[in-house]
């Protein structure tokens, strides 16, 4: 059985492509410094798949405990990177802990790669690093912009870096970068999801939390854009949809699929929608209300962008399929999922 390491695997899409692995026989290592996620998704992958990762809590900046950890665990077959910080705001804020994080700790593991005789790595890199595109949909041949946060920057130092290293040692490496658009949704079981740490950044789970109640409204950030409604439109892609690339993409290097040493890929749905649209979808296929209120353009945004996914559906042979309809749904019901562990936590406790 190929024995896969997941970094960051206890986040929110990590914790979606481990399911996956494991449901396609993988046998999954996960290392996770547990600074944005709980202990508690390894319980709830366990109770999906019926198989609790091998877990160890590891900061990928520390090299000699990753170095041991990789001694312990030989014949590992491949390494997928998603640990990294991620939120745009808090790197504007915050720059060096983002470039000391992404970039340490992805240069710890290619360092590693050789001396413990693993050749793939699939890196979760982001459609950020496009910046606003001259044409849109962005194909993975559309020019790199000048980064619009730290965050996008360690984004595109981090493929910078895994290119050359690629090219120096090709014969020790195989990677594929795989942009991500907008992840959103949960596993259809309700049982993992996203788990924003305090206010979330991002749009969707500020939405549930809204139509929960947690939040009193929703701030659209802009309605002036030259968009249709005029709020920003992005590719939001199911989190279940994009686990699944990575396990083609392990894959395709496992079984030497493609002679390139190293292969980007776009995975997007190929279908942009505005926030607007978004929150009257939501409403409408949830049965909710999620009160929202326009306010001021947020610094930093894009006004539009949505990928084309061809490369990824023809060389990857990887499609999106999940509805946005089934999305907004799952959000949905893991939102209802975290209230009632809230509420047994209480009661529990009474
Ligand atoms: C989407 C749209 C906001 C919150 C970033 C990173 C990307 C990935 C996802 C990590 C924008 C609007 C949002 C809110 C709003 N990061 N919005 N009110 O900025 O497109 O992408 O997060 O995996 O790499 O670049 O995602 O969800 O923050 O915003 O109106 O309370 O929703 O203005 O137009 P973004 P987002």
């Known amino acids: 059985m190929s024995k896969i390491l997941v970094t960051g695997g206890m986040g929110y899409i990590g914790s979606h492509t481990v399911v996956e692995l494991q449901n396609s026989g993988f046998e999954v290592i996960i290392i996770d410094n547990l600074s944005n996620s709980s202990i508690e998704v390894l319980t709830g992958i366990e109770k999906i798949t019926g198989i609790r990762p091998d877990f160890e809590n590891i900061d990928c900046v520390d090299y000699v405990n990753l170095d041991r950890m990789l001694e312990s665990r030989p014949d590992i077959d491949g390494i997928i990177h998603f640990a990294a910080s991620k939120a745009v705001g808090e790197s504007v804020e915050k720059p060096l802990l983002y470039y000391h994080n992404n970039l340490v700790s992805l240069i710890n593991l290619l360092q590693l790669m050789p ?99 947690i939040r009193p409204e929703l701030k659209v950030f802009g309605n002036d854009y030259n968009t249709p409604d005029g709020s920003c439109i992005r590719d939001y892609i199911n989190v279940v949809d994009l686990a699944r690339a990575h396990v083609v993409a392990i894959k395709r290097m496992i079984n030497q699929v493609s002679t390139a040493n190293i292969e980007t890929f776009n995975l997007g749905t190929g279908r942009g929608l505005s926030v607007l649209e978004i929150i009257n979808s939501f409403e409408r296929v949830n049965g909710v209300k999620v009160p929202y209120q326009i306010v001021g353009r947020r610094e930093g945004d894009i006004e539009q962008v949505w990928a084309a996914p061809d490369f990824a559906n023809k060389a990857l042979g990887w499609k999106a399929l999940e509805t946005i309809d089934d999305t907004l749904k799952s959000a949905w019901a893991w939102e209802k999922h975290l209230a009632e562990v809230k509420a047994e936590k209480e009661n529990g406790h009474e």
């Open 115 to 213: 001396i413990h005789k693993i050749r793939n790595f699939v890196f979760s890199s982001s459609c950020t690093v496009y910046g606003q595109p001259d044409e849109l949909p962005v194909s993975e041949q559309a020019p790199i912009k000048p980064a619009c946060s730290p965050y996008g920057n360690t984004k595109q130092i981090c493929e910078e870096i895994i290119r050359d290293t690629v090219h120096a040692a090709r014969n020790d490496y195989k990677a594929i970068l795989l942009r991500y658009f907008n992840p959103i949704g949960a596993h259809p079981s309700a049982l993992i999801g996203e788990l924003p740490n305090g206010v979330p950044n991002n749009l969707l789970p500020f939405v549930t939390q809204t139509a929960m109640g």
